[in-house]
């Protein structure tokens, strides 16, 4: 096992209720801004029970926060920030409303052009006002991390920034909040879960047993509970169960001591930067596709994945290999991400686009060998058309 360092300071209220529990975390005399997204909170009444909580707090509520969000729609909001003089947010809603509350709490404070939050990964955020947030989608962890991707969307750019003053002081989970969401918003969900933790895992082993341990663990509960999501859509210990495996997914707890891959993602928010997929569905495009491309590099763990995961037990290692990465397709298949360009009606022509992408970010030695060039996610593509 590699050595580490780890904390995590956000405060979880997990359960039925606990929305009530948003007033215990506040100080009385904040001032604090809501931000949302849509408007699936007011419809399924998660909004009136946060204003319920917060009965006689001064509050403010900026809405309109776009899945995958942009940084123009978030510096309105930053506007609203300085007039009101906001001291607290609380973000209500699913990765794009927290990632955006994240980058309107660190912009707020940030001396300089807040573009440059992202162009530098967060590394000269200082300060940020306090965020605390209720999810309503469990998918990117985002409400126990401390990370945020966000798009400009007039030149098209998806980046990610990360600091530790934007990682919530507290969030509260309550699996009742999911009975609204959509058939494709709870399959992104499973998808997206699954890729954190398989770009934490699939790498090269190091002997990590508690990391590998858990993470297959994560890996059965989506493998049960993602088709029993959707089958029952308001059975609480699906619901549960689904909401806290995604939150330890990314939380800090699985990269421990580990080495980690995280080209898919590299990839993924190119093509969503670019073409507007949805997250969870670039993911279950690129993920088996870096998969057969590494296959030789990542064969270890592959097996370790094939036997423990998904008791495949018979064949040569590269039967067991082949019918792991397929086993996968079939369960994005079947969660409604089909794993292939052609299935979003994306064909061979996007993959010099994602390419020269990768390129003018940066992001040319992506994997957990820091080897996969913008030439290799050509190839890599080729294999998802
Ligand atoms: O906007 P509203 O009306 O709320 O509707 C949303 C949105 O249309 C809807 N929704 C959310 N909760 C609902 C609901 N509808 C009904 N009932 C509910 N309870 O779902 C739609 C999608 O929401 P979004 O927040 O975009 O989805 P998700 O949570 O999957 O977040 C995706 C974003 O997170 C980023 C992605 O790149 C993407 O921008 N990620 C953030 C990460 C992080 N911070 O650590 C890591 C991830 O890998 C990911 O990159
Ligand atoms: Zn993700």
Not at 111 to 115: R, S, V
């Given at each position: 096992m590699n050595n580490f360092s780890v904390r995590n300071t956000t405060q979880i209220h997990f359960g039925k209720g606990q929305i009530a529990k948003i007033k215990d975390e506040i100080p009385a005399d904040a001032r604090v801004l809501i931000t949302y997204g849509g408007g699936s909170i007011k419809k399924n009444g998660v909004l009136d029970q946060v204003h319920t909580a917060l009965n006689g707090y001064a509050c403010f509520e900026f809405s309109g926060i776009e899945p995958n969000p942009h940084f123009e729609t978030l510096m309105k909001a930053v506007e609203i920030v300085k007039k009101e003089n906001i001291t607290y947010i609380l973000a209500v809603g699913g990765g794009s409303v927290i990632d955006g509350s994240k980058f309107i709490a660190a912009a707020s404070l940030y001396?300089?052009?807040?573009?440059e939050i992202l162009k530098t990964y967060g590394a000269h955020v200082a300060d940020a006002i306090p965020l605390g947030c209720v999810l309503t989608l469990p998918a990117t962890g985002s409400e126990m991390n401390s990370g945020a991707v966000i798009t400009k969307a007039e030149t098209k750019d998806k980046l990610f920034f990360d600091s530790?003053?934007?990682?919530?002081?507290f969030s509260v989970l309550d699996p009742e909040t999911t009975y609204s969401l959509p058939t494709r918003q709870v399959a992104n969900g499973v998808v997206d879960s699954f890729v954190h933790t398989v770009e934490q895992y699939m790498t090269y082993p190091v002997n990590a047993k508690v990391q590998d341990r858990f993470a297959e663990g994560l890996l059965h509960n989506l493998f049960e509970d993602g088709p029993a999501a959707l089958a029952n859509p308001t059975d609480y210990d699906v619901r549960a169960n689904l909401m806290w495996t995604a939150t330890m997914a990314l939380n800090g707890t699985l990269n421990t001591g580990v080495p980690t891959d995280w080209a898919t993602h590299m990839i993924g928010h190119e093509i969503t930067g670019l073409y507007g997929l949805d997250h969870a569905q670039t993911l279950a495009i690129v993920l088996p596709a870096v998969w057969k491309y590494k296959k030789e590099q990542k064969k270890a763990k592959l097996l370790q994945y094939a036997e423990r995961v998904l008791d495949l037990r018979t064949g040569s290692d590269d039967e067991r290999v082949d019918a792991a990465i397929k086993k996968t397709e079939e369960f994005f298949e079947s969660m409604g991400n089909p794993p292939r360009l052609s299935a979003y009606s994306l064909d061979a022509s996007v993959i010099p686009a994602v390419a020269e992408k990768l390129t003018q970010h940066g992001h040319v030695k992506l994997g957990e060998y820091g080897d996969i060039t913008p030439e290799d996610v050509k190839e890599i593509l080729k294999l998802a058309l």
């Open positions: 001396p300089n052009d807040p573009w530790v003053h934007v990682l919530p002081r």
